[in-house]
């Protein structure tokens, strides 16, 4: 009976390892503040750019086909285009994609970037030929976006077709109207 005392005793005394946690945790309130600021951010700076530069007066007064675009519906498209790559990329950079995948980040960022430029140079300053060859630029970047996000996360693959859809669009309308 002594002996199983002192087993007792002795198994006690013994350091508990602790087990290495296998569930992650979230925090919540941090995953929501990110989604908001990237849903929100990129949208508000396509939209205060489209209020600074606005448009020319050249793009009302052209001639156009039927099938050519109003103001309005490009102004809403880019929103609408920027708002789905915003969201699109904040299910890459839930999965850790952005460092899985080191092209990610710089393709969405440059993605942006040209996306939120072609407004201003073609309808504003009508550099049409400059602008044909950012959106040549834009719908490649694109193209490699959709290849980057869908290894990480295929969702965000479908939330990038409507974009991409967008942007041939308007390759397509200004390549027409390198020539009115």
């Not at 606005?54 to 880019?78: M, N």
């Not at 295929?154 to 669009?169: D, E, G, I, N, R």
């Amino acid at each position: 009976m002594a002996s199983r005392t002192l087993k007792n005793l002795a198994e006690k005394d013994q350091p508990v390892l602790a087990k290495p946690k296998t569930r992650k945790t979230s925090n919540t309130k941090g995953s929501l503040w990110s989604l908001f600021m990237v849903l929100v951010a990129p949208p508000s700076l396509s939209l205060t750019i489209i209020y600074l530069f606005g448009s020319g007066r050249r793009y009302r007064a052209l001639a156009k086909p039927s099938w050519f675009p109003s103001l309005t519906v490009i102004h809403l498209g880019s929103v609408g285009s920027t708002f789905l790559m915003s969201l699109a990329a904040w299910l890459v950079w839930t999965n850790d994609g952005f460092h899985v995948d080191s092209d990610a980040l710089p393709l969405y960022i440059a993605q942006i970037s040209l996306s939120m430029v072609w407004d201003p140079l073609v309808l504003r300053i009508g550099a049409v030929w400059l602008g044909f060859l950012f959106s040549m630029l834009n719908l490649g970047t694109l193209l490699a976006c959709y290849w980057a996000f869908g290894k990480v996360n295929p969702l965000s693959k479908k939330f990038v077709k409507p974009c991409l859809t967008w942007v041939a669009y308007l390759t397509l309308v200004t390549f027409d109207l390198m020539f009115l």
